[in-house]
C-alpha cells in the first residue's frame, strides 16, 4: 500500500459556496417549495446562478478549481477502481478520475433541469406583495393567476416533452446525489475525514 500524505487545502471558498448553495436548492425544491409555484422557478432561477457561476469559476478559478485540473476520463476511472480494489491510495488536489465523473454528470443533469425549467416556466413570475408564505410556496397562487388553468397544460405537445423530460432527469438527479454521497462515505472510511472536511468552512 503507497504512503497516504495529507492533502492540502483543496476547495476555495466560492467552490463552496456553489457546491452547498446548489445542495440547498435542490433540497428546497425538493422538500419544501410546491412544483409549479413560484417559489419553485424562482428557486430553478437561483440554481441557474449558481451553476452558472460554477461554469465560470471552472475557467478563471484557482488551479484546483479549474476544469483542466479534473477532465473526465474513463480511462483513468477504471484505472482508479483498479487502485482502490489494489489497495492503493493516490493524493488528488482536486478530485479523483471517478469523482470527477460524478461531478461532470451532476452538472449536466442540472443543466438538462434547468433549461427544461426555464423552457415550461418562461421568466420569472411578478409576485404580488398581497400574497401569503403559503400561496409563494404552493401552485395555488400561480394557477389563479393563469385563470385556474396550470400553464403546463397550455402549452401542448412541447410542453408535456419539456416536463417528462424535466422529471426524468429530476429523478436521475437524485439517483446521481445517492451515488455520490456513497462514494464521498466510502472515500472517507478508505483515505480519512479530510474527503468531508474538505468542503466545510474553513476545512482541509
Request: charged content about 15%; aromatic content about 6%; overall charge negative.
Amino acid at each position: 500500500m503507497t504512503e497516504h500524505t495529507a492533502p492540502a487545502r483543496r476547495w476555495d471558498p466560492l467552490v463552496k459556496i456553489t457546491h452547498w448553495g446548489i445542495a440547498a436548492v435542490v433540497i428546497t425544491n425538493a422538500l419544501i417549495v410546491d412544483e409549479g409555484s413560484i417559489a419553485h422557478i424562482y428557486a430553478g432561477y437561483t440554481l441557474a446562478a449558481l451553476l452558472a457561476l460554477r461554469m465560470l469559476w471552472g475557467f478563471i478559478g484557482p488551479n484546483t478549481a479549474r476544469f483542466a485540473s479534473f477532465k473526465p476520463s474513463p480511462a483513468k476511472a477504471l484505472a482508479h477502481i483498479g487502485d482502490i480494489r489494489a489497495g492503493k491510495r493516490e493524493v488528488h488536489i482536486s478530485h479523483n478520475p471517478l469523482g470527477a465523473l460524478m461531478v461532470y454528470a451532476l452538472w449536466a443533469c442540472l443543466a438538462v433541469i434547468i433549461s427544461s425549467g426555464i423552457g415550461m416556466a418562461g421568466a420569472p413570475p411578478a409576485v404580488d406583495a398581497t400574497i401569503s408564505s403559503a400561496e409563494f410556496v404552493s401552485g395555488e397562487y400561480r394557477q389563479e393567476a393563469a385563470g385556474g388553468e396550470s400553464e403546463e397544460s397550455e402549452e401542448g405537445g412541447a410542453g408535456e416533452l419539456l416536463e417528462e423530460v424535466h422529471e426524468v432527469a429530476v429523478n436521475l438527479l437524485y439517483a446521481l446525489i445517492l451515488l455520490h454521497i456513497t462514494g464521498v462515505a466510502f472515500e472517507t472510511a478508505r483515505s480519512g475525514k479530510r474527503t468531508i472536511t474538505a468542503m466545510l468552512p474553513g476545512g482541509k
